[in-house]
């Protein structure tokens, strides 16, 4: 089944007149990016160019998809919006509430049982709403886009950061907030600074050991975990038409963690490969006969640094493996210094669990060369010496794997195969013996590493890596080991050496499948109910945020000064957490508890301004909510970086929190703030981070002549008796100062739609 073609063959009917048009505008050759984005402007054409970094646009995107978890969100936000069916084509994916524990089957029937009604809820309000919807064990949500609705030229935004995927079909795919996808879905504009640009020429072509995932794990280590903030990344040259479509896909997923806005590819013959093997022929077509608007203007490409606001060149002939970590995606080490690397660090040498797949790495390509190892193990009689798991990254794969025998081969060298979901990527892991907290070392090719992320666990040292080095460090057990250089002793005493992995870039046999998992909604939902218990603990109808009462914000408690990183995981924690992501009230208990207090060095533990005595953070905030007291939270570079979760803005907001100052936001963070109607600000001198003190009492000052560009001043009053003004910097447009006045942007929503 092809979705969507005839929206598919409109758009491209349109696009070679926007391209013309957006070239004439701006009186140049264009990138890839600026195509696209020009193709999907909302509203009139604009007379002069957008400044990039500085310009706020409006855009309408072709799509919406969300997962499971922040779709609950979403949609309980859209269901306030009085609209009758979404205005975009928009799905729903149900990946990241299936615990992986034991085995695919038997995991997956739990969180059918367990999560019960919050799947019914879902596929109703899917049904109701026109929203297409992937059952539990259908597929991670950015593999089935990759697989079913991506489409090279094209603009999506999904509620999870990893929508990005889709740039290996060609397309911005942008995540985002759910307020931002209750826009979209409700018709309304969508808003996006218009983004820098920064270029990566591929030269060469990959070869050996080297994989796509490690393309990005080199640009991680260049670029670091905020150096992409505000830029879309384009890549081009050589070395990126040489690379399979899933490899694209790999290479954007990851450039989450970099920061960016989005990745993309121009369309070339791996996509059409692609499109073909995933039965959308006719999307190749129409793909093709407009190709040269679906790339970048060859000038842009022949003089990169003409047209990108940066340039990264790497040459994929010399490119080795790269591991990154721990702690943090990217903290890159090449293969051939990690021993010496772990050794100076002291970190854990031996490896006790391998993981591989997830969204990112599990294509067909990547479990087949995983696999091919696997083999390589049960001929060369290697016993594997750490725990090795595959998460596949939708049922077709799944199913395809099965068939051509992978499946087997992994359960050969005593593999467990989990559900076709998140699992442990985002937490949702029963890792046996992970509550004891020892010191110990994973590897998995996944994209984050984050303290605690993927078994609650803080001791456990977690590195990224390719399938396929994945794959050999788990045979060795051993974090030093280089599978390029270095040998296994197998069961017969012999010195043995790994071949260069190989595989398919797409099954000879094709893909197949028995039931992908798509349930299709009802052509008229007016007569479907959706009911949500007044006595559940995981739904929870949403009330409207109060408006902005008009004046200054004076006397605000400090809830918490944050020390060092602070990501949406340290804001509002995953795993256990998951089930509550539609309860807002029951969720909020996790607020901020992993973030590190900065004047006792400790998590969860914050002076109560009003008794003196320290308590957990979510304990503390509700007891000033209580009192009537307001609070601000302070914090350190990038804050918010990681996931797109909606809750870590959405907590602070429901629990009384008044404004978020830090040194500086991520994105995806910062707009999520904005939409829930807080206060988003930023140190103009990082250095006063360092002037805050526990016992301030705090005012914000000139929110009464609130305007874009203008900063805004915090008094800082000390418990001696003294005060010091700070200047505060702010990004808002007028529009987002609306959102502020009005409690939120959903609240504008529903007053447009009334």
Same mark, same amino acid.
């Given at each position: ?127 109701? !709403? ?9 597929? +991670? ?132 490969? !692609?499109?073909?093997?995933?039965? *959308?022929?006719?999307?190749? @077509? ?25 340039? +990264?060149?790497?040459?994929?002939? @010399? ?87 992978? +499946?087997?081969?992994? $359960? ?183 973030? +590190? ?24 905030? *509700? ?66 981070? $360092? ?64």
């Amino acid at each position: 089944m092809v979705f969507d073609l005839e929206m598919i063959k409109r758009f491209y009917a349109s696009l070679p007149a926007k391209v013309e048009a957006a070239r004439a505008l701006v009186g140049r050759p264009l990138t890839l990016t600026e195509k696209i984005l020009y193709a999907h402007l909302s509203g009139e054409n604009p007379s002069s160019p957008f400044e990039r970094g500085n310009s706020y646009v409006d855009f309408n995107p072709d799509r919406v998809a969300m997962q499971d978890a922040t779709a609950q969100m979403a949609l309980l936000q859209f269901m306030q919006a009085g609209r009758p069916k979404v205005a975009v084509p928009s799905t729903v994916h149900c990946d990241h509430l299936i615990m992986a524990k034991t085995s695919s089957k038997e995991d997956l029937a739990f969180a059918v049982k367990e999560s019960e009604e919050v799947y019914n809820f879902l596929a109703s309000v899917s049904n109701k !709403y026109g929203i297409g919807f992937w059952k539990p064990g259908a597929g +991670i949500i950015h593999q089935v886009v990759l697989e079913n609705y991506a489409f090279p030229g094209g603009m999506m935004i999904g509620t999870d950061s990893h929508t990005v995927n889709a740039g290996g079909l060609g397309m911005v795919a942008i995540g985002v907030g759910g307020a931002d996808a209750c826009d979209v879905m409700a018709s309304l504009p969508w808003e996006l600074k218009w983004p820098k640009l920064i270029g990566v020429k591929l030269t060469g072509k990959l070869s050996g050991w080297a994989a796509p995932k490690d393309v990005i794990l080199k640009v991680a280590g260049i670029l670091t975990v905020k150096g992409g903030t505000g830029a879309i990344v384009e890549y081009f040259g050589e070395g990126a038409t040489s690379m399979s479509c899933t490899g694209k896909g790999t290479i954007c997923n990851m450039g989450a963690e970099i920061g960016a806005t989005t990745s993309t590819f121009g369309y070339d013959e791996s996509m059409e490969r !692609y499109l073909k093997a995933t039965g *959308r022929a006719d999307v190749a @077509e129409a793909a093709n006969a407009i190709r040269e608007h679906l790339t970048g203007d060859a000038d842009v490409y022949a003089n990169p640094k003409k047209y990108f606001d940066q340039v +990264i060149e790497i040459n994929l002939d @010399e490119l080795e493996p790269y591991i990154n970590g721990p702690f943090s995606p990217d903290l890159a080490t090449p293969i051939s210094k990690m021993k010496e690397t772990a050794a100076a660090n002291g970190w854990p040498m031996k490896v006790e669990v391998g993981l591989i797949g997830s969204c990112t790495n599990s294509s067909y390509e990547d479990i087949s060369r995983a696999a091919s190892l696997a083999q390589q193990a049960v001929d060369k009689k290697i016993t594997p010496k750490a725990e090795f798991t595959i998460t596949p990254g939708s049922e077709l794969v799944r199913y395809t794997i099965d068939r051509d025998g992978f +499946i087997n081969t992994f $359960d050969q060298i005593g593999a467990k195969v989990f559900s076709n979901a998140c699992g442990p990527c985002i937490g949702m892991w029963a890792r046996v013996g992970a509550e004891k907290q020892e010191k110990n070392t994973i590897i998995h090719s996944f994209n984050r590493n984050f303290k605690a992320r993927q078994d609650s666990n803080p001791n456990t040292y977690a590195f990224v890596a390719s399938p396929e080095i994945t794959t050999a460090l788990a045979l060795a057990g051993d974090l030093g080991f280089n599978p390029l250089t270095d040998t296994l002793t197998n069961a017969d005493g012999v010195q043995v050496k790994l071949d260069v992995p190989n595989g398919y870039e797409l099954p000879t046999k094709g893909f197949d499948v028995e039931d992908a998992g798509y349930q299709a909604p009802a052509a008229d939902g007016s007569n479907v109910k959706v009911e949500v218990s007044v006595t559940s603990d995981r739904l929870q109808l949403l009330d409207a945020f109060a408006a902005w009462n008009g004046a200054d914000y004076k006397g605000l408690r400090l809830l918490i000064k944050a020390k060092g990183k602070c990501t949406t995981d340290h804001i509002s924690p995953a795993g256990k957490w998951l089930k509550y992501r539609g309860h807002l009230d029951n969720i909020s208990n996790n607020m901020l508890t992993g973030a +590190i207090n900065f004047y006792n060095e400790k998590s969860n533990n914050v002076k109560n301004g009003i008794t003196g005595e320290y308590g957990e953070v979510p304990a503390v905030q *509700r007891a000033y909510k209580a009192a009537g007291v307001g609070s601000i939270v302070v914090g350190d570079e990038n804050y918010g970086e990681g996931s797109s979760r909606e809750h870590a803005a959405m907590e602070p907001r429901f629990l009384g929190v008044n404004a978020v100052l830090v040194k500086s936001f991520a994105r995806i963070h910062e707009t999520n703030l904005k939409k829930q109607g807080m206060l988003a600000l930023t140190f103009a001198n990082p250095a006063d981070y $360092d002037k805050i003190r526990e016992d301030d009492m705090i005012d914000i000052v000139g929110l009464t002549t609130f305007a874009p560009g203008q900063p805004l001043t915090l008094v800082l009053n000390h418990s001696d008796g003294t005060s010091e003004e700070i200047t505060v910097n702010h990004t808002y447009n007028e529009n987002q100062i609306e959102w502020f006045k009005a409690g939120g942007a959903l609240n504008i929503i529903r007053s447009q739609i009334a």
